[in-house]
């Protein structure tokens, strides 16, 4: 158990500095970052270009409605929940058992990653079913940014290829002990990490009329995640996370530093929780439901259609 969990962060830092290479925040050589970033991602199965691509495009239209690539909050026309002056049943909408809430949480932290990149599952709703990262012509990528899907997905099958020679030289069971089971903590660690980045009840999402950069850069939360081990395996991913989102091609070990700077420059408008992670990541999945179909600022309701911030002209 103490190997799964040491590995698990360590894969999942490695997946991080993958991350600040896919930013350029590696090194300052584009072809060394692209290097270490392929090969770490693909090793770790991810689609490091197809990745890459529309991470940028997150980072670049961070917190709109309209236009951020993931963690998109559903509204309640996709819940099919009546607006606020209408009488509702919410125990009809969200009356499940903590033991099912749980299963879902469980099933999210497993196979969340995974599901966006081969059915865009909690991506841009505007997206026509099928979208995916390993079709070349898929809408997430202009024609000139094939081949590098095609370049991910070559990466992908040298990993099984590798996966598959271990397997028949050392056993399928020893791959699993040894690297099966610490990569599936990658993802789960992955998506714990980001879901309680972009996933908050003070945290907005704003329609086009009013977002900008700005905004939207300022719309994540930094975390004290799982304290010194966070700090020194994950590179600071989670506790210095709004300034990433204003300068994504500083290196993360500026981040602390940055961030005293930004905190002063952006004054209550920084968002930071001491809540602890497990704690948060409960709190937040049973609380963030869904948003008003209208509102230029929106904030996440819970099941019970409350929310505790308002957004007032």
Known sequence: MAYWWFQGLIFTGLWVIGHECGHGAFSEDKRLCDAIGFIIHSLLWTPYFSWRISHHRHHM?????????????????????????EK?????????????????????QLFAFEAYLLWNVSGQKSYPEGTNHFNPSSILFDPSQR??????????????????????????LTVVKFYGIPWVLVTHWFVMITYLHHTDPKLPHYRQSMWNFQRGAAATIDRDF???????????????????????????YNGEEATRYLRNAIGEYYQRSEKPAFQ????????????????????????????IMEYTK
Not at 280 to 296: H, I, K, P, S, T
């Open 280 to 307: 948060a990541l409960w709190d937040n999945y049973n609380f963030c439901q869904f948003v008003d179909n209208e509102g230029d600022m929106v904030f996440y309701r819970d099941k019970k259609g409350k929310t």
């Open 226 to 252: 799982l304290g010194w081990q966070g700090r020194f395996f994950l590179h600071d991913v989670a506790h210095f996370h709004v300034i990433h989102h204003f300068f994504p091609r500083m290196s993360w």
């Open 147 to 172: 081949t590098a899907v095609i370049i991910s997905n070559i990466g992908l099958l040298c990993t099984t290829t590798l996966v598959c020679y271990l397997s028949s030289r050392f056993g399928f």
């Open 61 to 85: 239209n961070h917190a709109s409605m309209e236009k951020d690539e993931v963690y998109t909050p559903k509204t309640r026309e996709d819940l099919g929940i009546p607006s606020c002056a």
């Open 88 to 108: 509702i049943d919410w125990d009809e909408n969200f009356g499940d058992t903590p033991i099912y809430t749980l299963y879902m949480l469980l099933r999210q």
